[in-house]
């Protein structure tokens, strides 16, 4: 025998002579031989085993014949390998044991029993083994597939795989979930078919610029099947895919990131503070608000893909480099205070916050400039009138807040220099928000 493991033979045979023989012919060390000597005890013992390799049945069996027993197995779906032995050398026999799924035949009338039982069992041994490979193999394709299926399904973004003609060869449960489609409604479509009808054109093309290697990202909307557009990033690689070529394509839902965005920009746009993004590592200006050009007196064309150095907006260069080393210690500034240079080359008195973030993988800064030149007018005047009291600042801010009304004091713009707790609870406001500024300014008309 040439096995390398045991091998399970059932035998199925009446006359204990010829089991004998045949136990005999082919017992070594790797055979396994189970005997039955009836049809109906070898149809129960074969309708519940699986791990068995070779069945050998003779056909005159008490209670039922081996054609009856292999009949009976087909029909219930067991699929064993049987080798049909019989006295009967009538070839009409062999041939109905064949039709109801013997794979071969041995005669024992044949002069070479012997030899041609250990051959046959040789031969369907071998192809038992191939065949067990294979399942074998294919069981772990299965499971291979079955687990890749599982990995993409427990993915939230949406993906799938596209041909070279941009035609949908598999999709995760996330796009059959959020887009509403069945597998059979979305499979060997074109790509196009879940973007918005009027930006096909689009899709068709930049399907062919990302298979030749142009483009790797799109920004253009998921489709559901109810006419509602879903904002989506999505990114684009080339692979293989059951030995062809395919892009595998991932798409983020962006849809909150976009809300965000589109919140910011109105806060950005809306802001009575100036408002600027540069880049981090030259200064250049991405954009800046209407608050930032009126403090600066330049025009949004005027700044945009320029530097401060080349605007000549900082008094002291140097005070860039301020801040930068600030947000590289902490992580962020906060009013730090910078002299500014107007269009008109005024020099106006400014407060700094600044804060890193991230765009297109590029670092960014975002500034939040306050114009606080009247509040320094505004406290040089109080620090001449305290000279000219001959009194000290925090004897006089004392002496304010220990008054048991509400105390203020102005100059003759109206602009509050000094007020007390009391006047500012009157306000609503904190003390710092009130010096600098009129009554007019403090309180809004109803």
Not at 166 to 187: A, D, S
Not at 228 to 247: A, K, P
Not at 344 to 372: P, Q, R, W
Request: proline fraction near 3%; include cysteine.
């Amino acid at each position: 025998m040439i096995p390398d493991e045991f091998i399970n033979i059932v035998l199925v045979e009446d006359d204990p002579a010829q089991a004998e023989l045949m136990v005999y012919l082919l017992k070594d060390e790797l055979t396994k031989i189970k005997t039955i000597t009836n049809g109906k005890d070898a149809l129960a013992y074969l309708l519940v085993q699986e791990n068995i390799d070779i069945v050998l049945m003779d056909n005159n069996l008490p209670y039922m014949s081996g054609i009856e027993v292999i009949r009976e197995l087909r029909i219930q779906k067991r699929q064993h390998a049987i080798i049909f032995v019989s006295a009967d050398s009538d070839i009409k026999t062999v041939i109905k044991a064949m039709r109801e799924g013997a794979i071969d035949f041995i005669l024992k009338t044949s002069p070479d029993f012997k030899a041609e039982i250990v051959k046959v069992v040789e031969k369907i041994y071998r192809l038992q083994s191939k065949r067990k490979q294979q399942l074998e193999l294919e069981k772990k394709i299965r499971l291979s597939e079955e687990n890749y299926r599982n990995l993409l399904n427990k993915i939230d973004d949406f993906l799938y795989v596209l041909d070279e003609t941009g035609k949908i060869l598999q999709v995760n449960n996330t796009v059959l979930n959020r887009l509403h489609y069945l597998p059979e409604e979305i499979l060997d479509k074109h790509i196009s078919f879940i973007h918005p009808p009027e930006q096909k054109n689009e899709v068709e093309c930049l399907i062919q610029e990302m298979f030749a290697g142009k483009i790797r990202t799109s920004f253009i909307p998921l489709y559901t099947s109810e006419g509602q557009r879903i904002s989506v990033e999505t990114r684009i690689n080339r692979s293989i895919w059951n030995g062809r070529s395919v892009l595998f394509g991932l798409s983020k839902d962006i849809t909150s990131l976009r809300n965000s965005e589109e919140k910011f920009a109105k806060a950005f746009g809306s802001s009575p503070s100036g408002m600027a993004i540069s880049t981090l590592n030259d200064g250049k200006f991405i954009d800046i608000n209407d608050s930032f050009c009126r403090i600066t007196g330049f025009t949004y064309d005027d700044i945009v893909g320029k530097t401060g150095k080349e605007l000549n907006i900082y008094e002291n260069y140097e005070d860039r480099a301020k801040v930068l080393n600030e947000i590289l210690t902490k992580g962020f500034a906060r009013n730090i205070e910078i002299p500014l240079r107007r269009k008109n080359s005024k020099i106006i008195y400014t407060m700094f916050s600044g804060d890193v973030f991230n765009i297109a993988n590029e670092l960014c800064l975002l500034i939040v400039v306050t114009d606080i030149t009247e509040r320094k007018k505004t406290e040089e005047k109080v620090k001449q009138m305290f000279d000219s009291l001959q009194i000290s600042e925090s004897r006089f801010k004392t002496l304010l807040n220990n008054i048991p009304f509400q105390a203020w004091l102005k100059d003759q713009e109206g602009r509050h220099l000094a007020v007390n707790g009391q006047f500012a609870d009157f306000i609503g406001k904190p003390i710092a928000d009130i010096i600098g500024k009129t009554i007019f300014e403090l309180v809004e008309p109803e």
